[in-house]
Nanobody, 116 residues
Framework: VQLVESGGGLVQAGGSLRLSCAAS????????IGWFRQAPGKEREGVSC????????VYAGSVKGRFTISSDNAKTTVYLQMNSLKPEDTAVYYC??????????WGQGTQVTVSS
């Protein structure tokens, strides 16, 4: 399984970024694909994900209303549109695929830095 992220960078507070993740090398029937993030000195936390089975989405409370997750029809490319970015959104963002057994696949991570 390969997860390749792109789209991170440096942006001022209030700005926007769009992350992309292209997943390949798997044929799972039922999984969730989405994003986690990890800020320095903090634990990795879930940001948002989308279900392959019904397209339902989940958001962390801290990003709800500001971030939007979407995907292609095959649910193998996922996007995270991040608007109204805040300095506290600064983190390494990781693409994640969680299969039905609970096993996680991870991308290499992409840095998002929001300056105040």
């Amino acid at each position: 399984v390969q997860l390749v992220e792109s789209g991170g960078g440096l942006v001022q507070a209030g700005g926007s970024l769009r992350l992309s993740c292209a997943a390949s090398g798997f044929t799972f029937d039922d999984y969730a694909i989405g994003w986690f993030r990890q800020a320095p000195g903090k634990e990795r936390e879930g940001v948002s994900c989308i279900s392959s089975s019904d397209g339902s989405t989940v958001y962390a409370g801290s990003v709800k209303g500001r971030f939007t997750i979407s995907s292609d029809n095959a649910k193998t490319t996922v996007y995270l549109q991040m608007n109204s970015l805040k300095p506290e959104d600064t983190a390494v963002y990781y693409c994640n695929v969680r299969v039905k057994s609970g096993y996680d696949y991870w991308g290499q991570g992409t840095q998002v830095t929001v300056s105040s």
